[in-house]
């Protein structure tokens, strides 16, 4: 599977990922994290990384490589920066970058 994260389109959202298959056609488009909001990303703080979290996990599957909070999960509450959060949540989830 491959994937590629974009700024998002949609009014309301920071990102997009796009899932494909192996032989590269569009399988999926998932628009996440809420535009305007801060996330770790931003902030740094792990108190605030923590909470959310908690808030989140009671409705999210942060195992659906696919669902927006676990793309939201994985990378813009994981690490401080972006692309270390990209690079693990494609080791993570065996993806590669399209």
């Given at each position: 599977m491959y994937v590629q994260l974009?700024?998002?389109?949609?009014?309301?959202?920071?990102?997009?990922?796009v899932?494909?298959?192996n032989e590269k056609?569009?399988?999926?488009?998932?628009?996440?994290?809420?535009?305007?909001?801060?996330?770790?990303?931003?902030?740094?703080n792990d108190d605030i990384k923590h909470a959310w979290i908690a808030r989140h996990k009671?409705?999210?599957?942060?195992?659906?490589?696919?669902?927006?909070s676990s793309l939201s999960y994985h990378l813009l509450w994981n690490k401080t920066s972006l692309s270390a959060s990209f690079s693990s949540y494609l080791r993570k989830f065996n993806l590669k970058k399209y």
């Open positions: 974009n700024k998002s389109t949609k009014e309301g959202k920071k990102y997009t990922m899932f494909y298959n056609e569009k399988v999926r488009t998932v628009h996440f994290g809420a535009d305007g909001s801060s996330t770790y990303l931003n902030h740094k009671v409705r999210g599957d942060f195992n659906d490589y696919m669902s927006a």
